[in-house]
């Protein structure tokens, strides 16, 4: 089993960078792989997937994201950090963390609970 929780402020200021990280604790280490990424969902709107870190330290990004877009793990706190930079009003959502572990042919996800991110002046 495994656990993912997101922590950050909730409101940030346009043109300023938006930070936040997750927490995650289980057996996921014991996974044969797993993707470590960052979602998000803005009002009325669909997921939006942002990026993520493989077990391997691999990184991808959204293309649409990655200009402005840095996900770092921190493997001696099993903690991800996400930032992102230059934002505006249409970067308020609701931001999750996210663990897909995959052990033979099996695949499962793990979803934190979310954070609202508002950025408002």
């Known amino acids: 089993q495994v656990e993912v929780q997101e922590s950050g402020p909730g409101l940030v200021k346009p043109s300023q960078t938006l930070s936040l990280t997750c927490i995650v604790s289980?057996?996921?280490?014991?996974?044969?792989?797993?993707?470590w990424s960052w979602i998000r969902q803005p009002p009325g709107k669909g997921l939006e997937w942002i990026g993520y870190v493989g077990k391997t330290g691999s990184t991808d990004y959204s293309p649409t994201l990655k200009s402005r877009t840095s996900i770092s793990r921190d493997t001696s706190k099993n903690q991800l950090s996400l930032q992102l930079s230059s934002v505006t009003p249409e970067d308020t959502a609701v931001y999750y963390c996210h663990m897909r572990t995959v052990v033979g042919v099996f695949e499962s996800d793990y979803w934190g609970q979310g954070t609202q991110v508002t950025v408002a002046s």
């Open positions: 289980g057996d996921h280490i014991t996974a044969d792989y797993y993707y």
